[in-house]
């Protein structure tokens, strides 16, 4: 089978832009890889560890020649990200992107790329870390990506999209950007916001100090820290840019929050442990799909640590 | 040095009072150990697996004869299983039990046992797993235990006391049980009724099947489902047993949520970054204080699949 994609620009080398790099360099046979980030550090940084064979110093030269643009940017960024490429795309073009929230990307993406075939996709990885030092060839392995083609889709270069991610090791599942952006603000979005806020609420107290709040956060609270040490850029605009799907997720929590709160209130024992043990069975089904891990470091020394894997024929290197 | 104690009685052998016991077994040298529980499978379960040196047929067979006995069961049967051993405690005993709320657990065992030496603890440990099986040796090794004693506690078997938990691999603090209650209900309590909720709200959704959230819950709503795949019964004392402290740590909680929620609806992006900067910050100060782990496995591969470990001097063999 041919490669999906001869060359390849990432526009944005964080996180997710720097392990896309690294992923299709590792696992897509022959591809040129060229990449660009605002940021002049980032770039040089970029170069230092080889994130990509070629590191631009502008947008448009990234992506001079490339079959497939990959935009790796803070979704409120995508707009001026697709503007700065938008004269320089080579005909027969896929632009895609890897942002968190799909309807407001793809209404940007169409704005500013008006006639070419925009693809938005949602690969669902990631860690707490960013930048491009956190990247590593293997964040997509085993992973689910969300692609969201518009009605309209190039059938072939949507196929040939999906190509790619497998290659780089992701699932991928096709469904139109609203229902996207509704399956992620309850399994991604309204958990962040939540951790978010009670970690604020930790750090506001004056009954309890902060060493206090660090010292025993193994009860529970550490878990909340990690989600909530995630970038504030990316995050800020996930909420601004999937407002109305977060705030009907969180009207929602907050009813049932409230409902607990009442049975604490009232000494109501019996609502309490319905509750906990339904939500149990969730967890178990978790395991049961493979989404997690029972083992007590969740499987999680999976990615990083381990030897030389493979990803579609290709052997990626363990990280230095 | 002398063992702290030579005849030690656990009561309840679920995850907690089974690790005690395997800990004590491993780190006091020369200790007697029995247990009991009022279920008569895990008394079965426990014999099988070995728990105990002795696992009685009742409550009051195992206490006698015990310098210590440690109450393992949930805060709410606290008192029932306080008068059950009451009749048969040796003089000079010391009672502990390791609930994870305090107030409530001393009021129910100062009635229950007038005149005995009770100091009550919280080993701040735990795994998402219930019942005997799910014991190990190593669950309190490098975990906090906060000691709660009353004023009047005896300084002799206070400090003896401490020596026992230091002797399991824990690190002890002292303070009263109404702080301790309060510092608990934000880095755990808290976040415990909070994961519960949106489990429970996730698993309600009409326009976002089961199977969707579970596939996806790797952005975030997973480690929300682990914390609240706890024990339903536990979690129900904890709350009813802490009920002021939880409702005025949720008080602030929504207040912070609303904040949040009006910034999300206002499109004031700068509120969402600045939060979320400030929130990031409390992840590096646990990290830096060894609560938690940048790895990719959070470090918690340090448990339960390692070979063999020394506490105190013992050699611990891995879980079989």
């Not at 969201?148 to 699932?171: N, V």
């Not at 992620?184 to 206090?212: C, F, M, N, R």
């Not at 891990?293 to 030897?307: E, L, M």
Request: negative net charge; glycine residues 8%; hydrophobic residues 45%.
């Amino acid at each position: 089978m041919n490669p999906p994609f001869c060359r390849m620009a990432v526009i944005g080398l964080g996180l997710l832009g720097g392990s896309v790099a690294l992923a299709a360099r590792a696992c897509v046979p022959g591809i040129m890889t060229s990449g660009f980030d605002s940021d002049p550090a980032v770039r040089a940084r970029a170069r230092e560890i080889g994130l990509a064979d070629h590191i631009a110093e502008t947008a448009l030269e990234a992506v001079a020649g490339a079959d497939l643009v990959v935009l790796c940017v803070p979704v409120g960024a995508m707009l001026a990200a697709g503007q700065a490429i938008a004269s320089g795309l080579a005909a027969g073009v896929v632009v895609t992107d890897v942002g968190s929230s799909k309807a407001a990307v793809a209404r940007a993406l169409a704005e500013a790329l008006p006639g070419v075939c925009v693809i938005p996709s949602h690969p669902v990885a990631g860690t707490e870390q960013s930048g491009p030092d956190a990247a590593f060839a293997t964040l997509l392995r085993g992973r689910w990506c969300i692609v969201t083609p518009p009605a309209d889709a190039d059938a072939e270069k949507l196929a040939r999209l999906i190509s790619f991610w497998e290659a780089l090791g992701a699932r991928c599942e096709t469904m139109d950007a609203e229902h996207h952006d509704r399956v992620l603000a309850i399994t991604s979005h309204l958990p962040h916001l939540i951790a978010y806020t009670i970690v604020g609420t930790a750090s506001d107290l004056e009954a309890v100090t902060q060493s206090e709040v660090i010292k025993y956060s193994a009860g529970g609270f550490r878990d909340f820290t990690r989600i909530a040490a995630s970038d504030p850029t990316m995050w800020r605009d996930v909420f601004l840019s999937n407002r109305e799907a977060v705030l009907e997720m969180l009207q929602r929590f907050t009813e049932d929050l409230t409902e607990l709160q009442k049975a604490i209130r009232k000494g109501d024992g019996d609502a309490l442990f319905d509750t906990f043990t339904r939500t149990r069975a969730v967890r178990r089904s978790i395991i049961e799909m493979g989404q997690d891990d029972a083992r007590p470091d969740f499987g999680r020394s999976d990615h990083g640590d381990a030897g030389a894997i493979t990803i579609a024929g290709t052997a990626i290197p363990p990280r230095p």
